[in-house]
């Protein structure tokens, strides 16, 4: 059994702490929903997951992950409105039918 795990083996995962219990499925792989706002409130943004692995006990280990919660800064942004119809001059015949408007968003941190 050297190596192996079992379906349904308990998994632990603490998130700020908070603990969130899921189970080892199909293939070794595990996953459990939690709070985008315990992520971002844990002290030292680490995750520790433990799985209680049957007839082996518990092996634990930490996930560290960045907290990048600023947002963009517009300042560097580069809004560009191209010229309306191909002279930027609204003609008779224009105004009488669609006209696409374009433009650019370039360098948008
Ligand atoms: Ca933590």
Known sequence: MVGSFTVGDAVTVNVNGVTYNTTVQTGGSWSVTVPGSGLSADADSTINVTVNVTGVGPISTNHSYVIDVTAPNPAGAVLN????????????????GNVTLTGTLIEYP
């Open 81 to 96: 409105v191209n010229a309306v119809t191909a002279d930027n001059v609204l003609n008779a015949a224009e105004s009488g």
